[in-house]
């Protein structure tokens, strides 16, 4: 059932509002009432449309794992050939997440203070980005830039793509990441890329 506009320019009025105080504050520190106040509008409105702050701070999670996958399929689009769009999703992927968590870290938050909200919102997401990748790796096969893969070898392959970035994302939220992230990311690509290249 689709919400109504009204309802859906609420419900971003209300993110836009706790987003801002998120950062400011954190999640431990910001309460309903400072949203409502930041909104101008009552808490029985912010209730209507979210159970909990926790709830709220999914909503607002969400929204930028989307922003993330929206960077992510542009920089694909960009890329001439299947070796290009793994490696584009691949750096893309860390270097917006990384843009993230620096903007939570500037204000002074620690991140690690919600990672265990993020963590279980970046596992709804697996099924999706290994599903993408899977898709990136058949094309290379059927162009015949990568070897012959089973379907079993893709799936396996598109699990450790995925479990790899998040092994180097978790660097990020704990202690800011590694100074030359950027060439650990090619590195596993390229390890990837040998591996199955024609």
Same mark, same amino acid.
């Given at each position: 059932?689709?919400?109504?506009?009204?309802?859906?320019?609420?419900?971003?009025?209300?993110?836009?509002?706790?987003?801002?105080?998120?950062?400011?504050?954190?999640?431990? &520190?910001?309460?309903? @009432?400072?949203?409502?106040? #930041?909104?101008? +509008?009552? !808490?029985?409105?912010?209730?209507?449309?979210? *159970?909990?702050?926790?709830?709220?701070?999914?909503?607002?999670?969400?929204?930028?794992?989307?922003?993330?996958?929206?960077?992510? &399929?542009?920089?694909? @689009?960009?890329?001439?050939? #299947?070796?290009? +769009?793994? !490696?584009?999703?691949?750096?893309?992927?860390? *270097?917006?997440?990384?843009?993230?968590?620096?903007?939570?870290?500037?204000?002074?938050?620690?991140?690690?203070?919600?990672?265990?909200?993020?963590?279980?919102?970046?596992?709804?997401?697996?099924?999706?980005?290994?599903?993408?990748?899977?898709?990136?790796?058949?094309?290379?096969?059927?162009?015949?830039?990568?070897?012959?893969?089973?379907?079993?070898?893709?799936?396996?392959?598109?699990?450790?793509?995925?479990?790899?970035?998040?092994?180097?994302?978790?660097?990020?939220?704990?202690?800011?990441?590694?100074?030359?992230?950027?060439?650990?990311?090619?590195?596993?690509?390229?390890?990837?890329?040998?591996?199955?290249?024609?």
């Amino acid at each position: 059932m689709a919400i109504p506009e009204r309802d859906e320019e609420v419900i971003q009025e209300i993110k836009e509002a706790a987003q801002v105080l998120f950062r400011k504050y954190g999640l431990k &520190k910001t309460t309903m @009432n400072e949203i409502a106040g #930041a909104l101008g +509008k009552g !808490k029985s409105t912010l209730y209507y449309y979210f *159970k909990s702050k926790d709830e709220i701070y999914e909503a607002v999670v969400m929204d930028e794992m989307h922003d993330v996958f929206a960077k992510v &399929k542009e920089a694909i @689009n960009d890329a001439p050939n #299947a070796k290009e +769009k793994l !490696k584009a999703y691949s750096v893309t992927h860390i *270097k917006t997440v990384k843009e993230k968590i620096t903007l939570k870290e500037t204000t002074g938050i620690p991140i690690c203070e919600s990672f265990e909200v993020i963590n279980k919102i970046r596992k709804r997401y697996d099924l999706t980005e290994i599903s993408f990748i899977k898709n990136l790796l058949k094309e290379g096969v059927e162009s015949g830039e990568f070897k012959p893969l089973s379907p079993n070898d893709i799936d396996l392959l598109a699990y450790t793509v995925v479990c790899s970035l998040r092994g180097l994302e978790l660097p990020l939220f704990v202690d800011k990441g590694y100074p030359d992230i950027d060439l650990r990311i090619e590195a596993v690509v390229d390890l990837i890329l040998n591996g199955i290249a024609k």
